[in-house]
């Protein structure tokens, strides 16, 4: 049908009254869909019936309007009432088993927080022991490898001779030519100054003093000092804080000959 | 609820009850067609009806359906129908009038009778036809001719109906309210 033959066909007053099979309701719906200027006959056929229906109104019984709108008050309060009832049962209930979920929780949490915070401590202790492992290691390591070197076969422990000016000093010079390392043991030594140090050297012939290592009281007695090959003798002096180039004789308080080892 | 009430209730009550011809029966059906309608607003789809045309529709459907009820209609033998009477005046929401017994005036008496039957008593147009001893033909053409002489008056009225989307909102938002 083109748009004339549906106005003229009766099928859109008959669509608003309601009274068109599905099929015919369907095809009216295409209609409205193809000729969308079909909606304002529709509209118009509305605002007819409306008025139509105004102008035959019946007063509504008297009491009805109360009527339903208690109804209505009833059924909202009704259901909020009886989901309120449920609604609070059921907030009773879940709100107990929220509560005691959420206790729980806390519980839970608060002891999490607790294991977390004494695993965090544990932690930290267990870093320091470890530090401190580390650090004893360390140092067992390091008396151990003293004490290879001071146990080696080809380990000497040569005394050195104090100078007359400082004849307390007692000194060894734990001396290995195959490992190449030196020790000096102290079982005594002259008091410094607070501006003086120790100082090794190393004495070749013909050739100038070599100065080497430069060091105070050591604290276990054991030192490494530096190996020096080719060495004659070993002199200790009493140096300015932080060592010279070339020794102050008068304040030599020993020396060791290595010569010939 | 209240303002759809006071806006509807009597147009809706006056088909309800024309389609019984049992103002105490239309008065409970009126009352299940206002709560069908305002349970099932949120189903109002104001791109395939008018407002009014959607509650008309529940209210004479709703009708329809105790109309068919054998205990009604064995009642409904002893009930006679009110010959429709209507309003002289009819109130816009702007405050005007329009004199609906004018305006139905100019209708030929026995094209508003088609109309009457088909719309406000809920008659298929075959029941029109036998029940006025009217051709099915001639039903149509009255029909379709009476609400065609309704739309050429009332163009100039539009103000005077509410609907649409806007209202569907207001009422969604007044029932959730």
């Given at each position: 049908m083109d748009i004339a033959e549906i106005r003229s066909s009766g099928l859109l007053e008959l669509y608003v009254i309601d009274q068109l099979s599905p099929a015919e309701k369907a095809e009216v719906e295409g209609y409205l869909t193809s000729y969308p200027e079909l909606r304002e006959d529709l509209k118009e056929i509305e605002r007819s019936l409306e008025f139509v229906a105004m102008s035959a109104a019946k007063p509504a019984p008297p009491g009805l309007k109360a009527k339903i709108l208690d109804e209505i008050k009833n059924n909202a309060s009704g259901g909020n009432a009886s989901s309120g009832h449920n609604g609070s049962a059921s907030f009773g209930m879940s709100g107990m088993i929220a509560a005691v979920v959420g206790a729980g929780l806390l519980v839970v949490s608060f002891f999490l927080v607790q294991k977390n915070n004494t695993v965090y401590q544990l932690q930290q202790i267990l870093i320091a022991q470890r530090d401190s492992c580390d650090q004893s290691t360390q140092a067992l390591n390091y008396q151990l490898d003293l004490l290879r070197q001071l146990t080696y076969p080809e380990n000497k422990i040569l005394p050195f001779q104090a100078t007359p000016g400082y004849a307390s000093t007692d000194l060894y010079l734990h001396y290995n030519v195959v490992t190449k390392r030196s020790f000096i043991q102290v079982r005594n030594l002259p008091a410094l100054a607070a501006n003086q140090s120790f100082q090794l050297w190393s004495l070749k012939p013909n050739q100038a003093p070599a100065p080497l290592t430069v060091f105070d009281i050591p604290s276990n007695g054991l030192i490494e000092v530096a190996f020096e090959a080719g060495t004659d003798t070993y002199a200790i002096t009493i140096e300015?804080?932080?060592?010279?180039?070339?020794?102050t004789l008068e304040n030599l308080i020993g020396t060791v000959s290595v010569a010939g080892i | 609820m209240s303002l759809l009430y006071d806006r509807y209730a009597d147009s809706l009550f006056g088909v309800v009850s024309r389609i019984l011809g049992d103002d105490q029966i239309a008065e409970d059906i009126l009352q299940k067609t206002m709560l069908k309608i305002w349970n099932g607003i949120d189903g109002f789809d104001s791109s395939k009806a008018s407002f009014f045309t959607w509650m008309s529709v529940i209210a004479r459907n709703t009708a329809l359906d105790q109309k068919r009820l054998k205990t009604f209609q064995d009642r409904q033998k002893t009930i006679s129908v009110d010959e429709i009477v209507y309003r002289p005046m009819i109130s816009t929401p702007e405050g005007t009038s329009i004199d609906a017994a004018a305006l139905l005036s100019k209708l030929d008496t026995n094209y508003r009778l088609v109309l009457e039957y088909a719309y406000?008593?809920?008659?298929t147009q075959q029941e029109i036809s036998e029940t006025l001893d009217m051709p099915l033909g001639t039903v149509k053409t009255r029909l379709r001719a009476a609400i065609g002489m309704l739309r050429d008056v009332l163009k100039e009225e539009k103000q005077y109906f509410l609907g649409g989307p806007g209202l569907r909102s207001i009422l969604l938002m007044i029932k959730w309210i």
């Open positions: 300015p804080k932080g060592g010279r180039e070339t020794p | 406000l008593k809920g008659y």
